[in-house]
Nanobody, 115 residues
Framework: QVQLVESGGGLVQAGGSLRLSCAASVRSFSAYRMAWYRQAPGKSRELVAA???????NATDSVKGRFTISRDNAKNTVYLQMNSLKPEDTGVYLCNAVWFTLSYWGQGTQVTVSS
């Protein structure tokens, strides 16, 4: 049973920073592609950033230069460092782990950015 547990969300003022963590209880964590998605009220879920098993990263254009995804395979954890936060970054941030056809989701952590 794979479990993903996100933490680090909260309320922050515009321009502030947060660091999200996603701890995975999974064998061979290093083999998984890990990603952060977010879902804002009334909007569809969107990919924020992803990191492959080899450490290659990508991010959606709206967060490039502000958000950084990283992973610590020794701790089975993926991080999302979010700087210069904007009100439009508000939403539930969900962790996703993918290995071949297997895909797992966490419950999400709320991020609210006030103007």
């Amino acid at each position: 049973q794979v479990q993903l547990v996100e933490s680090g969300g909260g309320l922050v003022q515009a321009g502030g920073s947060l660091r999200l963590s996603c701890a995975a209880s999974v064998r061979s964590f290093s083999a998984y592609r890990m990603a952060w998605y977010r879902q804002a009220p009334g909007k569809s879920r969107e990919l924020v950033a992803a990191i492959t098993s080899g450490g290659i990263t990508n991010a959606t254009d709206s967060v490039k230069g502000r958000f950084t995804i990283s992973r610590d395979n020794a701790k089975n954890t993926v991080y999302l460092q979010m700087n210069s936060l904007k009100p439009e970054d508000t939403g539930v941030y969900l962790c996703n782990a993918v290995w071949f056809t297997l895909s797992y989701w966490g419950q999400g952590t709320q991020v609210t950015v006030s103007s």
